[in-house]
């Protein structure tokens, strides 16, 4: 029986919230799940899901109304598991008065690095995160992007086994996103676990083994992202040469786009025979016909509704 | 447990001292001792008296602003600002964090009065010419300010441990104000009567005693310093500073960050 | 969770700390008790301790009047004999708020009487006083305080019968001011007029102290009063019968007295041999003037009676 990584059981969370604490808001309904070391695990949501509040009881920042968290089979509230983990929070802000290195340097310190190994591990962590050359710049000077570096930085500084990151590619553009994408999976070669939170769906599918999704505080759906995006009903693309989009595709709630002479439109599977009907009718020639592979978003849609914010 | 105490206290003392709003105070405390010097002259054969009374005055106001100004915001701009999220993620207890922030603004406020201490006895030489035996009562006088910002700094952290800057900053300043009189709300105990009496009295201990720190009206007048209350003034703030850290500690470890 | 070891750790140190922290204060207020005070009166210049007080003069009064009942009422329990530091105390306290008439009125009685039950000072009680009426002209019961100062302490009746005559003029002045005006002026050193002006001092004022004080100069007078009138009796006695009598039943034999005359504590009077009448117990009747032992040497502390019955309203 191998221990989990991390184990949640039936972890609650309740805020009283009014001065006489009278109107409860519920942030988290009894959670459950598990992660295997060396996972990947994506943990996904519209904002105000609850994945936030699940990573600050984890951290021990909140503490749980009911239920338990363990990591690496000790209970969160012990010491001991803090040593082992790293934490990157929501747009984090460091102590400006601080250069790079010294920031890593004291947080190193209170992660109980060694003093010999310190500046070394500093200096590679600084390397690893694309910031080589800013380490005695003070951080008041850094950009946005910068200091997510610098935070993911201060997550990894002491070699820990799991990793949490919640929303790690905010604030950076796509080449940022693309390195840290790279990052987290040197960290997985590592044989590290790596929890992270983040609200688009691509990352998640391009880099989880496993995702768990999070909606108004409640479990929607875990498993692998092939297993999720299975349960989907598939769509089909259609290609039609003609100018124009076909009268009946509209009403079948199609979506089109018409480039040149070139139609296409994407269609659920089951409304396929109405939708070649319509461009038979106006006279088009159907140039092909591909099922489409159905993302997460499409997970998202069919199972949370249309009016939560997800992003592609 | 020990280095990581050190490790926030330094990393506190630190962030103060490059806080600019520090050096301003300090500036502004040392040209009021320079204006001491001043109007010393204007009244004739006191000047001393007016210097140690306006020096230590100032020594010990800006201290308190200090204590107050800075306390404050120790564990509530940490909060705020979310830079506590990654301290508290590692393996430190809350208990450590709050011993490490009390040191390290104590230990910050130390070397502050240290320096307006040398300023202080700069001006008072300038005065003299010389020291005198009797001058030792001036440095009992600075360690009584001293006490006074320890017992200050531990009260401003434990209302920062759950309440805003700004009321952590108005409940702190309200005491120093109502600490300073404490001998007299004493007094006003011992004479009245029924549940008015158990109310004072009961106010008159829970308040931190500051008027009994403060001997500068006596040391000015070259009056020494009695031995005895050196002692239990330092045993006094020991005391009540470990209570107000207690009561800290007691409250943040059950605090949920937002 | 929050772990239950710091919990339990944390707690008990507050509660150690802080009743430490009392334990301490007590013994620092008994090393300051002297010096506290001394250090108030450092700024011996109420004019600058006013501008000082940035406005809020009343609270800062209020503290100084404070501070003089407790510097009193310390030595006081003491048995000190001296009390330098009570009008500096009063002054000030006066100065910061002239309108805190209890500073005046008590402050004055304090300072008038005779050591210990006060610091003898009644020079400086009248110049209170004075300043409280020039700040409280209105005010009749000052003039009133003025007058009684003037005759008890300083037994210059001149002063009191125009003390009392000036407050008898204050509208809302109690009748009582034109009589011992009237009084004063007529019959200054009568035995009546004293006992007129205490029997309104115990009726008019609040404090159970000077009530008490009150009492036993009325007693005193009293006994003052019954000794000459009995030294007389034994006087005519003994013209008559050429030696003094033996006992009271003699006097009572020969039709002088009708019984065995007793003083207000319920004692019988001591006939001497030699035809002098004393008092049983000089301890418990202060401010007597006669029917005192020879030699009487009167205690350190007076200690006032106070009579149960009296209190009631």
């Known amino acids: 029986m191998v221990t989990p990584a991390i184990e949640i059981s039936n972890l609650q969370k309740t805020y009283s919230i009014g001065f ?32 936030t509040t699940t990573l600050k009881l984890l951290m021990g920042l909140v503490f749980p109304s009911a239920g338990s968290a363990r990591i690496l089979g000790m209970d969160v509230s012990d010491p001991r598991v803090k040593a082992q983990i790293g934490f990157l929070p929501e747009q984090p802000y460091f102590y400006d008065y601080l250069t790079a290195r010294e920031l890593l340097e004291y947080y190193a310190q209170l992660s109980g690095v060694p003093g010999g190994d310190r500046s070394r591990s500093v200096q590679a962590v600084l390397d690893r995160v694309g910031l080589p050359d800013v380490a005695g710049v003070q951080l008041r000077k850094f950009s946005k992007g910068m200091l ?32 840290v994408r790279d990052l987290i999976e040197s960290l997985k070669q590592e044989g ?46 259609l290609i039609w040469a003609g100018t124009g989009i076909p009268a ?34 106006a006279h088009f020639r159907l140039i092909s016909m591909t099922p489409v592979r159905a993302t997460l978003e499409d997970y998202f849609v069919q199972h949370l509704g249309t009016n939560t914010e997800v992003t592609r | ?83 506590l999220y990654t301290v508290l993620s590692r393996p430190v207890r809350r208990w450590e964090f709050i011993l490490g922030k009390f040191f390290g603004l104590a230990g910050t406020l130390a070397v502050n009065t240290f320096f307006m201490a040398v300023g202080f006895f700069a001006a008072l030489l300038y005065l003299a010419h010389t020291f005198q035996w009797s001058d030792t009562s001036l440095l009992v006088a600075l360690y009584f300010i001293m006490l006074e910002f320890v017992i200050l700094t531990a009260l401003a952290l434990f209302f920062s441990s759950f309440s805003s800057p700004l009321l952590s900053a108005v409940f702190a300043f309200a005491l120093f104000v109502i600490g300073s009189f404490a001998e007299d709300l004493r007094g006003f105990a011992a004479i009245a009567h029924g549940p008015v009496r158990a109310v004072a009295t009961l106010a008159a201990f829970i308040v931190p005693n500051f008027s009994s720190l403060n001997v500068i009206a006596s040391v000015a007048h070259g009056d020494a310093v009695a031995p005895a209350l050196v002692f239990y003034n330092t045993v006094y703030a020991v005391l009540y ?18 | 969770m929050t772990s239950k070891r710091t919990t339990v750790v944390a707690a008990a140190l507050l509660l150690a700390s802080m009743l430490g922290a009392a334990v301490v204060l007590q013994r620092v207020d008994r090393l300051r008790s002297g010096a506290s005070v001394k250090e108030a009166l450092y700024i011996t210049s109420p004019a600058a301790l006013r501008r000082m007080s940035l406005g809020y003069t009343g609270l800062l009064a209020d503290i100084y009047w404070t501070r003089a009942v407790q510097y009193f009422g310390r030595k006081h329990f003491g048995g000190a004999m001296q009390y330098q530091l009570l009008y500096p105390l009063l002054d000030i306290t006066t100065e910061l708020d002239p309108h805190l008439l209890a500073a005046y009125e008590f402050g004055s009685v304090f300072l008038a009487q005779p050591p210990p039950n006060g610091a003898g000072m009644p020079d400086q009680a009248v110049q209170l006083v004075e300043k409280g009426i020039r700040e409280n002209p209105d005010y009749w019961r000052l003039y009133y305080q003025l007058g009684f100062i003037h005759f008890v302490e300083q037994k210059d009746y001149v002063a009191a019968a125009k003390a009392f005559e000036d ?27 004293a ?45 008559k019968t050429g030696h003094w009598p033996e006992s009271f039943a003699d006097l009572a034999a020969s039709g002088y007295l009708t019984g065995i005359p007793v003083d207000p504590l319920g004692n019988p009077y001591k006939l001497m041999p030699d035809g002098r009448i004393e008092v049983r117990d000089p301890s418990r009747l202060p401010f007597i003037d006669h029917g005192l032992p020879p030699g009487y040497q009167a205690p350190a502390h007076v200690k006032l009676e106070s009579n149960q019955e009296q209190r009631r309203p």
């Open chain 3, 167 to 193: 407050g008898s003029r204050v509208p809302g002045a109690h009748p009582f001011m034109k009589l011992l005006a009237a009084r004063m002026a007529q019959r200054g050193g009568d035995l009546e007029t």
């Open chain 2, 1 to 83: 447990m020990n280095t990581r105490i050190a490790a926030i206290a330094s990393n506190t003392f630190r962030e103060a001292v490059r806080d600019r709003v520090l050096y301003n105070l300090i500036a502004f405390a040392l040209l009021i001792v320079g204006a001491a010097l001043l109007v010393g002259q204007v009244s004739i054969g006191i000047e001393r008296i007016v210097l140690v009374n306006l020096g230590l005055t100032a020594i010990s106001l800006f201290g308190m602003v200090i204590a107050i100004f800075i306390g404050i915001g120790l564990v509530s701009k940490e909060i705020e600002k979310r830079t």
């Open chain 2, 241 to 258: 500073s470990a209570a107000a850290l207690a009561g800290a500690v007691l409250i943040f470890d059950r605090r949920n960050l937002k």
């Open chain 1, 20 to 51: 006489w604490r009278k109107n409860p808001r519920v942030a988290l309904r009894p959670l459950s799940l598990q992660v295997l070391e060396g996972e990947i695990f994506g943990y996904l949501g519209p904002n105000g899901a609850g994945k």
């Open chain 1, 192 to 237: 590290k676990t790596v929890f992270f939170s983040t609200h688009i769906l691509s990352d998640a599918e391009a880099l989880c083994d496993r995702v768990a999704i999070l909606n108004q505080g409640e479990l929607r759906g875990i498993g692998a992202v092939a297993e999720l995006t299975s349960s989907v009903h598939g769509k089909v693309e």
């Open chain 1, 248 to 281: 009946g595709l509209k009403s079948i709630g199609a979506e089109c786009r018409v480039s040149g002479e070139t139609g296409r439109a994407i269609v659920g599977e089951e409304a396929v025979d109405a939708a070649i009907d319509a461009i038979r009718a």
């Open chain 3, 195 to 239: 006992q007129f002006l205490w029997s309104k001092t115990y009726e008019e004022t609040k404090d159970p102290m000077i009530r008490d004080s009150a009492a036993a100069h009325l007693r005193a007078l009293k006994v003052d009063d019954d000794i000459i009138h009995l030294q007389d009796i034994v006087g005519k006695y003994r013209d």
């Open chain 1, 148 to 179: 997510q570096r610098v935070g993911i930085a201060q997550a990894i500084v002491h070699n820990p086994r799991v990793v949490f990151l919640d929303e790690p590619m905010s604030g950076l553009d796509p080449m940022g996103r693309r390195e």
